[in-house]
């Protein structure tokens, strides 16, 4: 599996940084470091006016924040990879 978290100035701006540490915390704690490619991308044209742009192989969500993050995880990540 690969996410590409977006990096560009607006979801910089929106938190992505607290997105890359929560995510690499997640992979960490699950063991799925083997599992995940984890990667930063520019800019995918999908701004929101809250929260990160957030890419799991070809899907991509937005609006992802540090307090929707878990629930983020839980139904695009791990009920993926399981």
């Given at each position: ?15 992505s ?35 990160v ?15 929707t ?14």
């Open positions: 599996m690969i996410v590409q978290i977006c990096i560009g100035s607006s979801c910089h701006i929106k938190g940084y607290d997105i890359v540490k929560l995510m690499e915390e997640a992979i960490a704690e699950n063991k799925l470091e083997n599992e995940i490619t984890l990667a930063g991308s520019f800019c995918t044209g999908r701004c929101n006016r809250m929260g742009t957030v890419q799991v192989d070809d899907n991509i969500y937005t609006g992802i924040t540090k307090e993050f878990k629930d983020f995880f839980n139904e695009h990540i791990l009920n993926n990879i399981k």
